[in-house]
């Protein structure tokens, strides 16, 4: 054989095959083209038994090759039976497993059903029609029939009713509906794209919340703006998380006599009790001004925890709160870095900080969470912070001064979101908030969809019964008409409202319809280019998530029928918008801290030797073997998503017989998200 690149040198070509194949094992081969044949090789040659020679060591060499090319589709089709085998068996032991989810038996999972039974009947109907010749083909985007007046029997008959019913009456409703859900997904893309612009524009020209001028040093000892400072930590059953909260509180860099921790424990488990006031001894022991409190009385969930320790004489000496959920671990220096910006700005009412998490790389579930409150933190948030001086306070993590809280009404039960709540009626009373977008504090995201799921219904849910109780006084209230006007449209309306409706209704139900009513139609940009511009927007802020951006735009749509649901209990006050449930905590970041609380251990344990890091790492891997004999992991079966599913697999069956490309592929990947998510192989299992 002459070298590849003999030409080079200027040496005489050698002719014959064409195809050289190097082979290291019958896995690992490659097909190497060294040349074309020639003219000359087609000429007839005086040499018969040479010609004969090279045509049987060419058929010998295209035989192994092609031999080489079966045993390798041999081997994928082998690997792809047996992936699809095994997510059979998954899927055949979380159906005989799973746990049915509590709230799958609703009028909304009955509509679902309707929808899905409906589906499935018109799927029959129309592969039957298919067969039978009623075939449609697309002229300048409308459908028309290829044979209107192939009338054989009754079925013909009876279906083409059900053409003509479609076309007079089903599709213009359903185009009506679909372009109504059109105008709202372009305004609310137009929202987003605005935040973003906001952001950059931040980022450009490095615009961030400054201090007043004369600023006293806070490292300059005695002359440091010191106030007052009350720190709340509510907390309900969190013994998984009780003693790095307690400890990360404690070390706050702060005067200890101005400085007063509230553990406020509303636990119902008489041994976490008992656990979390040891603790607060331990801490009290080494002069640290921390007290317990527990009520007998639980009533109003978070805010009436926080109601009744602010009714605590002793929180009149105090002029600022700062609030803390069970799982959150502040750095020494948090108060140092928000308190200053209330001095000698009598407006502001609330500084917030910005939450990081460090769980955020544990599952799939935890990275898609860290992709949207990443954009709501970097965009959301500090775009509301700098250019309106409002945004909804997160709950924790935040700063407090005490008389924003008191002459606003104080804590409220009347809803599941009391942190927004108060956010909204402190800025109907004119006071401002900042957002620090450089001070974070640790935290962690839920691990398992079913605490994903009740924390994102809570969340959902409260906004739309805050807004029915905040409309009249909104109206009512003092603030600007452009301010109004951002609460109405912005704050609640456009974003709390009509994001999940059109998500929900043109993603999950429009566009499933479509297919069977294919008179009525989506355009190419609004199920594909638009929604992955979006999130495209989405996903800038964390830019290491780039790779999940396709599960990104699939689970967010798979939430949707979540939002939507709280959002229609929430506007409507079902039932289910009252319900109040702690977020699972898995105590991971503990594992993090370890360090800090080996430095930290010798300020309450005096007279004890310095413990071994080593040491405690094990005590912790003992308590979480015996704590996993002790519970056994399950998974849940999602009955609203596993319909939505099977509807969208239908659809996505349905666009074959049209031919219709993109809408395919979206249902059915979609599809596909829907049922991993309904089989519960999304996160981490539940306790």
């Not at 047996?82 to 509590?102: E, M």
């Not at 307690?246 to 007063?260: D, Y």
Request: charged share 20%; with cysteine.
């Amino acid at each position: 054989m002459a070298p590849l690149f003999s030409w080079l040198w200027g040496k005489e070509i050698q002719r014959g095959t064409p195809v050289v194949v190097k082979m290291e094992n019958p896995n690992n081969w490659s097909m190497v083209e060294l040349e074309s044949p020639l003219e000359d090789d087609f000429l007839l040659t005086t040499n018969d038994n040479n010609v004969s020679k090279v045509k049987n060591k060419n058929a010998k060499q295209l035989t192994w090759v092609l031999l080489l090319k079966a045993h390798k589709a041999a081997g994928c089709l082998t690997s792809i039976a047996s992936a699809l085998f095994s997510f059979g068996s998954v899927i055949r032991r979380r159906l005989t497993t799973g746990k049915t989810d509590s709230m799958g038996n609703s009028r909304f999972y009955s509509c679902i059903k309707v929808f899905l039974w409906l589906s499935l009947i018109l799927l029959g109907f129309e592969i039957a029609a298919y067969y039978k010749g009623w075939h449609f083909i697309s002229t300048n985007d409308l459908y028309t029939l290829e044979n209107p007046l192939a009338m054989k029997g009754v079925f013909d008959l009876m279906y083409s009713m059900w053409v003509l019913v479609r076309v007079e009456y089903l599709a213009p409703l359903l185009q009506l509906l679909a372009n109504v859900c059109i105008v709202l997904f372009l305004i609310q893309s137009l929202d987003r794209l605005v935040l973003c612009l906001g952001c950059f524009w931040i980022r450009i020209k490095k615009i961030r919340p400054v201090l007043k001028e004369g600023e006293v040093d806070l490292e300059a000892g005695d002359g440091g703006y010191y106030p007052m400072v009350l720190v709340q930590i509510p907390m309900c059953n969190e013994k998984e998380v009780y003693q790095q909260a307690i400890a990360a509180m404690c070390n706050l860099e702060w005067p200890k006599s101005k400085l007063l921790i509230q553990i406020l424990d509303d636990s119902d488990d008489s041994t976490t009790q008992m656990l979390i006031k040891e603790e607060v001894h331990k801490w009290q022991k080494d002069g640290i001004n921390i007290v317990y409190r527990h009520r007998v009385i639980r009533e109003g969930y978070k805010a009436g925890n926080l109601k009744s320790a602010m009714n605590c004489c002793y929180v009149k000496d105090y002029e600022f709160v700062a609030i803390f959920d069970a799982d959150f671990q502040p750095s020494p220096d948090f108060l140092k870095r928000t308190v200053p910006y209330f001095k000698d700005n009598e407006d502001i009412g609330l500084v917030q900080a910005r939450w990081s998490f460090v769980n955020k790389e544990e599952n799939l579930l935890t990275r898609l969470q860290n992709i949207n409150l990443a954009f709501h933190f970097e965009v959301e948030q500090q775009v509301n912070g700098i250019f309106l001086n409002f945004f909804g306070f997160n709950g924790t993590a935040g700063v407090w001064r005490i008389k924003a809280l008191e002459g606003s009404g104080g804590w409220l039960e009347r809803t599941t979101v009391e942190d927004m709540d108060i956010a909204v009626r402190a800025h109907l009373h004119g006071w401002k908030f900042i957002f620090l977008n450089d001070v974070e504090c640790q935290c962690e995201v839920p691990e398992s969809y079913e605490a994903y799921r009740k924390q994102q219904h809570r969340w959902h849910s409260g906004p739309m019964q805050l807004f029915r109780l905040c409309f009249p006084a909104i109206i009512g209230s003092n603030i600007s008409i452009w301010k109004k006007g951002n609460l109405i449209f912005l704050f609640f309306l456009l974003r709390k409202l009509i994001l999940p409706f059109y998500s929900f209704t043109l993603f999950c139900i429009i566009l499933p319809m479509t297919m069977f009513i294919p008179e009525a139609t989506l355009p190419i940009w609004v199920v594909c280019y638009i929604p992955a511009t979006m999130s495209f927007l989405n996903i800038l802020p964390s830019p290491k998530s780039f790779p999940f951006i396709v599960p990104y735009l699939l689970f967010e749509n798979t939430m949707s029928v979540t939002k939507f649901n709280a959002m229609i209990s929430g506007l409507f006050q079902l039932g289910s918008s009252y319900e109040w449930i702690v977020t699972k905590k898995s105590g991971r970041s503990s594992e993090g801290d370890l360090s800090l609380l080996v430095d930290e251990k010798p300020k309450h344990q005096r007279g004890i030797s310095e413990p071994n890091l080593e040491d405690l790492k094990e005590e912790i891997k003992q308590k979480a073997r015996k704590s996993s004999l002790r519970k056994k992991k399950h998974n849940r079966i999602y009955t609203k998503e596993l319909s939505l599913a099977f509807l969208l697999l239908t659809a996505a069956v349905r666009s074959l017989l049209s031919a219709q490309g993109i809408h395919f592929y979206f249902l059915l990947f979609q599809g596909i998200s829907f049922l991993l998510v309904g089989l519960d192989l999304i996160g981490e299992q539940v306790d």
